[in-house]
């Protein structure tokens, strides 16, 4: 049971400059143990829901998403004082913080809202000399702490190329090794930037984008023709090109040039990790594809709040792996289906219950497919144990691309220990299951895969479609990619992924039994559309099975 009364403090209208000084106030009080929580409020606005817009605009968020999803915050403070006995004091004065706090302060750093790039330095120096971050315009309602100006970052650089390579030769050095966030301040969301005050993360945010020949050999090593990515990694050319590729980018953009500087100087003893999203001038695919190939791991933290909170509240246990359940006996006339929801790699999936899916009160009504992300063992475990706790027989966690923590495979440059790193995480988490981003990798990379997976009983294969769905077995290992959605579909309305389910359930086939995987986009469909679906189901030999009874039964048949 927690002792201390935590503080909770109503930022929901505030400025996103005042939303900064709060947060890194947070990071800071929540070194030690849990202090303080933020409630950000309900994300009706539209820039709350910034690089998923396209997905997630009005008509959908509020016809679907926000009566399921409600106030994220509250909802995971009270699981927190019913499971944890955390006390609150609500508080809806920042400057009352500030007061209450000042003894640990050493003084304040400013930064500029016009150069907002300065805000991740900001955020660096608070983390490493214990200062209340202030926007400019802030400086008139800062004088009433009577802090000291320690930092004044004002026409200090003239571009972004120039302020982080300032802060990788002055600042990285002093900064928490292993790690380093990507975060786009233009984004305006800084429900993230409490975690990395609190561990001291270094902090940046430069392009991954230049669509140019080094992009393409990525792009060719990762999602090429299929012939031409088995030549090359059988001729083991994949690590020159992808070579090739970052030095290319890196010649043609300053901007990556820097970056793959930063990257590549991330040293871990287990897997080199980034926090983060991309920035407004790149997308995730070439983020993805950057990160990749200079041996980081993504943990997608956009929109991710209070994850200094999370982290300071230990899990009471961990569940340890179960035994698998006993599979049914194979139906040898029969289609099997097994339905994963999306994106429970990103920290705001986990914090948002899925999005709200966790919270149906029908859910384990019919079995379903969680991704999670399994780093939160160590991230967040008591956040993981909720997820564990309220599992019914029919929810099955899984880990989400491609594992601990998000990559494109092919593009690793180690990734034999990236899989053994998943295992080890995995096994943590008491995770059995894993979706693995590319549906179709090569030959070598899918026995990498499989063989150096100890604990894990197979995979589910990528998060959409380009031209070959595998089904293997590589050892004792199987990998099976979804068949739903394709590319051009990812986006498609749940009545359309639902009516693609059905024309392909319905569709004579050349082999029985059969399997069918079917990565559902978590920003269109959801747990009751799926509900819905199986309930209508009346064929005796249509059997909807959780993932990892699904491969058990795959593999039943492929052993045959």
């Known amino acids: ?53 396209v997905f997630l605009d009005d008509e959908i968020w509020f016809g679907k998403y926000r009566e399921m999803l409600g106030n994220q915050d509250l909802l995971n403070l009270s699981y927190y004082q019913q499971e944890h006995g955390f006390l609150t004091e609500n508080i809806s004065d920042l400057s009352r913080v500030v007061f209450e706090n000042r003894a640990m302060l050493k003084g304040c750093v400013i930064w500029d809202e016009d150069f907002d790039d300065t805000v991740n330095i900001a955020l660096m120096l608070a983390a490493q000399e214990d200062l209340l971050v202030i926007e400019k315009g802030m400086l008139d309602w800062a004088k ?23 802060a990788f030769e002055n600042l990285f050095p002093k900064c928490l090794s292993g790690q380093i966030a990507c975060i786009e301040p233009s984004w305006k969301r800084p429900e993230f930037i409490d975690y990395v005050v609190q561990n001291k993360i270094f902090t940046y945010n430069l392009t991954s984008q230049h669509k140019g020949w080094g992009q393409i050999l ?9 012939w031409l990515r ?66 980081l791991r993504l ?15 230990p899990a009471d246990r961990l569940q340890s792996p179960e035994p698998l359940p006993a599979p049914p006996e194979l139906d040898p006339h029969g289609t099997y289906l097994t339905f994963t929801l999306s994106d429970g790699d990103q920290l705001m999936m986990m914090s948002t219950a899925q999005l709200g899916n966790w919270y149906n009160p029908q859910r384990g009504k019919i079995t379903f497919n969680w991704e999670v992300q399994p780093l ?25 691309p491609s594992g601990a923590g998000y990559i494109i495979p092919p593009l690793a440059p180690d990734l034999d220990r ?71 579909h990812i986006a498609d309305s749940a ?11 319905e569709s004579p086939a050349l082999h029985k039994p059969r399997f069918i995987g079917i990565h559902l986009f978590a920003y269109r469909t959801s747990y009751e559309d799926i509900l819905g679906f199986v309930g209508m189901l009346n064929d005796p030999h249509v059997h909807v099975v959780r993932a990892d009874v699904f491969l058990q039964l795959a593999k039943q048949t492929f052993s045959r």
């Open 144 to 166: 009433i702490f009577e802090l000291p100006i320690i930092h004044d970052l004002r026409d200090r650089w003239s571009d972004r190329v120039e302020v982080y390579q300032w």
């Open 230 to 295: 088995e030549l090359i990694f059988t001729l083991r050319l994949d690590k020159p090109m992808r070579k090739l590729g970052l030095r290319l980018m890196g010649n043609a953009l300053p901007e990556i040039a820097l970056h793959n500087t930063i990257q590549s100087s991330v040293q871990s003893d287990t897997y080199p990790t980034i926090f983060g999203w991309h920035t407004k001038r790149d997308d995730e695919l070439a983020f993805m594809l950057l990160l990749s190939a200079n041996g």
């Open 418 to 488: 990236y899989m053994k790193e998943t295992s080890r995480i995995c096994k943590q988490a008491g995770i059995k299951t894993v979706t693995s981003y590319v549906a179709d990798p090569p030959r070598r990379v899918l026995r990498q895969i499989c063989q150096q997976s100890e604990g894990v009983i197979g995979f589910l294969g990528g998060y959409a479609i380009f031209s070959r769905t595998p089904q293997v077995m590589v050892g004792n290992k199987v990998f099976i990619a979804n068949q739903i959605p394709r590319l051009a």
């Open 495 to 505: 009545e359309e992924v639902l009516h693609a389910v059905r024309t392909i359930v």
């Open 218 to 226: 990525l792009l060719m090593l990762s999602f090429g023709p299929a």
């Open 299 to 313: 943990v997608p933290s956009h929109l991710a709040g209070n994850f200094s909170f999370h982290a300071r509240v």
């Open 376 to 400: 939160l063992v160590e991230l967040a475990p008591a956040l993981l144990q909720k997820f564990q706790k309220q599992s019914t027989p029919n929810d099955c966690l899984i880990a989400g």
């Open 1 to 53: 049971m927690q002792s201390a009364t935590l503080k909770l403090l109503d930022v929901s209208t505030c400025t996103y400059a005042e939303r900064v000084t709060a947060a890194a106030l947070q990071g800071l009080l929540n070194r030690s143990q849990p202090a303080i929580f933020l409630n950000y409020g309900i994300y009706d606005d539209p820039a709350a829901r910034r690089t998923n817009e």
